[in-house]
């Protein structure tokens, strides 16, 4: 995996979850794209880097999300962490298990996301974080295929077509 098209992907992802993704919210609620992009580096590139990349997209996230600063920097490095540890063990180390992972982080970062806000005492309305994990979380699923696709390395002796 190049670290290169991982930082363009995360990139690419905050352009369309600031810029393009409020456009088309439904109910205020959008997908997570930075969390599937940070999930799909993990599952690509493994633990380590996993934490970095996740950081950097809560991080991000946080500066122009309007919340209390930390909490995606908290939530998204510990899911994508998790994530990648768990696929280093069978039955998840298989294509099988990759959407199954995502599927984990995006339930796990609203749960963990959800938490923080109890705690910090300003939570959503719960019909709207039901209402992103029925919206959200599917599409977030998908996006991470995505990039999963786009950062997994070409294989030794690939010739395109």
Do not use: C
């Not at 995502?102 to 039901?130: M, N, Q, S, Y």
């Amino acid at each position: 995996m190049s670290y290169l098209r991982a930082a363009l992907a995360v990139v690419v992802a905050f352009l369309l979850q600031t810029a393009v993704l409020p456009v088309f919210a439904v109910e205020g609620i959008t997908p997570d794209f930075l969390l599937a992009t940070a999930a799909g580096v993990a599952l690509v590139a493994g633990p380590g880097p996993a934490i970095g990349f996740g950081v950097a997209a809560g991080l991000l996230q946080d500066s122009f999300s309007g919340g209390l600063v930390g909490m995606n920097g908290f939530s998204k490095p510990l899911v994508v962490f998790l994530a990648a540890r768990a696929r280093e063990h069978p039955p998840l180390d298989t294509r099988a298990g990759v959407p199954l992972l995502l599927l984990f982080a995006g339930a796990a970062d609203l749960a963990i996301l959800w938490a923080l806000g109890e705690v910090a005492g300003f939570t959503a309305i719960p019909a709207r974080e039901l209402g992103a994990a029925g919206f959200g979380i599917p599409i977030t699923v998908t996006y991470g295929l995505l990039m999963v696709r786009f950062l997994r390395p070409k294989p030794v002796g690939y010739q395109p077509s």
